[in-house]
C-alpha cells in the first residue's frame, strides 16, 4: 500500500516539474539595467526540486526529488535536506530516502560504489557526481549534512553529493551514506544526455 501511494505521489510529482520546466528556469538569477541579479529559487518545502538518477544502480532508475525531509515529504519520495547546497552549488547537497516502504527509493543505495556516477536533473542542467565513499554512521551523526562534512563551520569549496537512508533495512538504528563529488555539469539541451545516462 505504501509503495503504491507513493508511486502515485511520483507521477504527480513528475507532471509538476514538467509543468514548472516548461517556463523560465528559476535557478538561473535574472538582472535587470544597474541591478544585482537575484538569488537563485530552490523550491518550496513539499514540491518537487529535481530528478535523482542512478544508472550503475538500473538504468531505468530515476526518482523525482521534493524539497524537504519531514515525514510526509519522505513518503513522496527522496528529500533534499532544507539549508543544504542546491543541486550543482558549492557545498554539500544533501538527500535523503526510504530504503524499505514508500517507494524504497534508496533500497539499493549499497549496491553503489567507488567510482559509480549519480545524477542530478534540475530544469537547465545535469550535474554528475562520482561516488568516493560509503559509510555507516549513526543516526545522530549530523556532521555528515555539514557543507564540509565532519568540520564544522568550515567553509565549503567542493561541490558535493550526501545521499542517506536507513541501515540495515528494516531497521532505523543506523544510517547508510554515500558520499560523491562533481565531476561534470552540462547544460540541457534536446536529445543531449550526459555521459553516465547516454548508454554505450
Same mark, same amino acid.
Given at each position: 500500500?505504501?509503495?503504491?501511494?507513493?508511486?502515485?505521489?511520483?507521477?504527480?510529482?513528475?507532471?509538476?516539474?514538467?509543468?514548472?520546466?516548461?517556463?523560465?528556469?528559476?535557478?538561473?538569477?535574472?538582472?535587470?539595467?544597474?541591478?544585482?541579479?537575484?538569488?537563485?529559487?530552490?523550491?518550496?518545502?513539499?514540491?518537487?526540486?529535481?530528478?535523482?538518477?542512478?544508472?550503475?544502480?538500473?538504468?531505468?532508475?530515476?526518482?523525482?526529488?521534493?524539497?524537504?525531509?519531514?515525514?510526509?515529504?519522505?513518503?513522496?519520495?527522496?528529500?533534499?535536506?532544507?539549508?543544504?547546497?542546491?543541486?550543482?552549488?558549492?557545498?554539500?547537497?544533501?538527500?535523503?530516502?526510504?530504503?524499505?516502504?514508500?517507494?524504497?527509493?534508496?533500497?539499493?543505495?549499497?549496491?553503489?560504489?567507488?567510482?559509480?556516477?549519480? !545524477?542530478?536533473?534540475?530544469? *537547465?542542467?545535469?550535474? %554528475?557526481? +562520482?561516488?568516493?565513499? @560509503?559509510?555507516?554512521?549513526? $543516526?545522530?551523526?549530523?556532521?555528515?549534512?555539514?557543507? !564540509?562534512?565532519?568540520?564544522? *563551520?568550515?567553509?565549503? %569549496?567542493? +561541490?558535493?553529493?550526501? @545521499?542517506?537512508?536507513?541501515? $540495515?533495512?528494516?531497521?532505523?538504528?543506523?544510517?547508510?551514506?554515500?558520499?560523491?563529488?562533481?565531476?561534470?555539469?552540462?547544460?540541457?539541451?534536446?536529445?543531449?544526455?550526459?555521459?553516465?545516462?547516454?548508454?554505450?
Amino acid at each position: 500500500v505504501t509503495n503504491l501511494y507513493t508511486d502515485q505521489q511520483q507521477s504527480q510529482l513528475g507532471r509538476e516539474l514538467s509543468r514548472e520546466w516548461a517556463g523560465p528556469d528559476p535557478t538561473r538569477p535574472v538582472r535587470k539595467p544597474g541591478q544585482p541579479a537575484t538569488v537563485p529559487v530552490v523550491a518550496a518545502l513539499g514540491r518537487a526540486l529535481a530528478r535523482i538518477y542512478l544508472p550503475s544502480i538500473s538504468r531505468d532508475y530515476v526518482r523525482v526529488v521534493v524539497e524537504g525531509v519531514a515525514t510526509e515529504d519522505l513518503k513522496r519520495g527522496p528529500g533534499h535536506y532544507p539549508g543544504t547546497a542546491a543541486p550543482g552549488a558549492v557545498g554539500n547537497t544533501v538527500i535523503s530516502g526510504h530504503r524499505t516502504t514508500y517507494g524504497a527509493p534508496f533500497n539499493r543505495l549499497a549496491e553503489l560504489r567507488t567510482g559509480d556516477q549519480v !545524477v542530478l536533473e534540475t530544469q *537547465g542542467s545535469w550535474f %554528475t557526481y +562520482r561516488v568516493s565513499e @560509503l559509510q555507516i554512521v549513526q $543516526p545522530t551523526a549530523i556532521a555528515v549534512t555539514y557543507p !564540509v562534512p565532519g568540520q564544522f *563551520g568550515a567553509i565549503a %569549496t567542493k +561541490r558535493l553529493l550526501t @545521499l542517506t537512508t536507513c541501515n $540495515p533495512e528494516y531497521s532505523a538504528r543506523q544510517r547508510l551514506i554515500v558520499r560523491a563529488e562533481l565531476v561534470a555539469s552540462l547544460a540541457k539541451r534536446a536529445g543531449v544526455l550526459p555521459p553516465a545516462l547516454a548508454g554505450p
